[in-house]
């Protein structure tokens, strides 16, 4: 447990384990509501620190094992909470950020904020904020306080007989969250960013995408706003392209993480 500027976050750290110093870091940031560092733990965190990555993972304000307020879930809340851990760790020279989902908007804020400090960045299904992407997360969110907060018994129910017991005991803690915090009002008025400020990230950015996702269409969004774009699109694979395919996905990152540090 870690205190990030008045707030303390559950982190985990990992490295190459044969006493070898990494070679480069990497920060992997997770997406809303049910989703934790576990995503990244279980998936392609090992491979990285195998790769001679030093690996820095953390649970959200509010998620997993961090602590929960009841007010100060802002996008920028969060972007603030990723730079003081840095701080605190030490972190001084410029990392490989890799964000799913709402982690992706994330990171993709850190960076706008802190081009120098950001060498490449991952967006695995996601993209950066914007007014469309703030009333998209409004709707949903809507939707999760609604079905799921308010209506607990029934959509825990349907859950469990649909996806299962490990994706109804998630969504028993989404809807805690949803319940117990300002997140569902906090995020769709977040501060987003200007087209400007999205074509001034100018550092190696990858984009990740499931082949049947909708978010597949922000390839050409991409691609037009930024000098230093490439996608990897995966058919069949939907919103959860990370934990379906992780050693594609892991690969893919691996690449741009050794384009950049100049190994092989």
Not at 215 to 236: H, K, M, N, S, W
Request: glycine residues 10%.
């Amino acid at each position: 447990m870690l205190d990030a500027g008045g707030i303390r976050l559950h982190v985990q750290r990992t490295g190459p384990a044969d006493g070898r110093g990494p070679h480069a870091t990497i920060v992997l940031v997770h997406g809303l509501l049910t989703d934790s560092l576990a995503s990244y733990y279980f998936t392609v965190a090992p491979a990285f620190a195998a790769a001679g990555l030093d690996v820095v993972m953390y649970d959200l304000r509010g998620h997993g094992r961090s602590e929960r307020p009841p007010h100060g879930y802002t996008l920028d809340h969060n972007i603030d909470d990723l730079a003081a851990l840095l701080d605190r760790l030490a972190v001084t020279g410029p990392v490989h950020l890799v964000g799913n989902s709402y982690g992706g908007t994330i990171a993709f804020g850190y960076a706008a904020r802190h081009p120098g400090r950001v060498a490449s960045l991952t967006l695995i299904e996601s993209e950066p904020a914007t007014a469309a992407w703030a009333a998209k997360l409004g709707r949903i969110l809507r939707r999760v306080v609604t079905e799921l907060a308010h209506n607990e018994p029934d959509a825990i129910a349907w859950i469990t007989a649909h996806r299962g017991h490990n994706t109804a005991r998630l969504a028993k803690g989404a809807a805690r969250l949803a319940r117990e915090t300002t997140l569902g009002r906090d995020i769709p008025a977040s501060r987003v960013l200007t087209e400007a400020q999205i074509r001034a990230v100018r550092c190696p950015v990858l984009g990740v995408f499931g082949g049947d996702s909708d978010l597949a269409d922000q390839v050409p969004v991409q691609r037009e706003l930024l000098t230093d774009f490439r996608a990897i699109v995966l058919p069949g694979h939907e919103h959860s392209v990370l934990v379906e395919a992780p050693a594609t996905v892991g690969g893919h990152i691996l690449d741009l993480v050794r384009a950049g540090a100049g190994v092989r």
